[in-house]
């Protein structure tokens, strides 16, 4: 049985650790504010100028004034701390982010991500998902396994890149992959969700891949 969001979310958020700096993107990755381990400090940053962000607003308590960079309600928190989006970037690109969690429209085997444009389609541009992916320590892509166009794994992305060999884990509905961006061993399945088989996973992927023994096992 495929992973909902929610499970998606909290499986990503597996992946914070205690002091860690993070950035969420739009959708999915949103969610993972709400699976923070207990007691673990992790503080999130948005690049339109905002340092230790608190859960999403119950409807009715949210303050028009105070969003992420998706336009999004947040809440504050007393350590919460504002300033420019030129210092928000800096911090990006100066390496200080130590994780960003993403969503995706493909991801290709050797790392490489392309999440802000369809061709034809009018957008906004690309937003900080370039500055992200080339400054964060680590970078986590959440998304569905497949489109309504078949699988958004791939041998190569056909989409604008937005960053060549950027993406360390993929998180999907079916699966967990850890990719080997910058050596030989490429893309390896190291987790499958609950009741997903091996053979579905490999219908629904372009991208070549391996099977980690737990993966294999499960």
Request: net charge negative.
């Amino acid at each position: 049985m495929a992973w909902t969001r929610e499970q998606m979310a909290a499986r990503a958020a597996r992946e914070l650790q205690d002091g860690f700096y993070v950035n969420l993107g739009i959708g999915i990755p949103t969610l993972v504010s709400n699976y923070i381990p207990p007691g673990m400090s992790v503080v999130l940053q948005s690049e339109n100028g905002m340092l230790g962000m608190g859960p999403f607003p119950y409807e009715g308590e949210e303050d028009a004034d105070l969003i992420n960079a998706g336009k999004q309600t947040v809440t504050e928190l007393p350590m919460t701390s504002y300033f420019s989006s030129a210092d928000s970037f800096a911090m990006i690109r100066g390496g200080h982010i130590d994780l960003s969690i993403l969503g995706a429209m493909q991801v290709a085997e050797n790392g490489d991500l392309a999440n802000w444009m369809i061709p034809g389609k009018v957008v906004k541009g690309m937003g900080g998902a370039m500055d992200l992916v080339a400054g964060v320590k680590k970078v986590v892509v959440v998304m569905e396994h497949v489109s309504k166009d078949g699988p958004k794994l791939l041998h190569r992305c056909t989409l604008p890149l937005t960053g060549e060999r950027v993406v360390d884990l993929v998180i999907t509905d079916l699966g967990v992959f850890s990719i080997d961006k910058h050596g030989a061993r490429g893309m390896s399945l190291i987790e499958r969700a609950e009741g997903v088989s091996l053979d579905e996973i490999r219908s629904k992927t372009e991208a070549a891949f391996t099977v980690a023994e737990q993966a294999r096992a499960a």
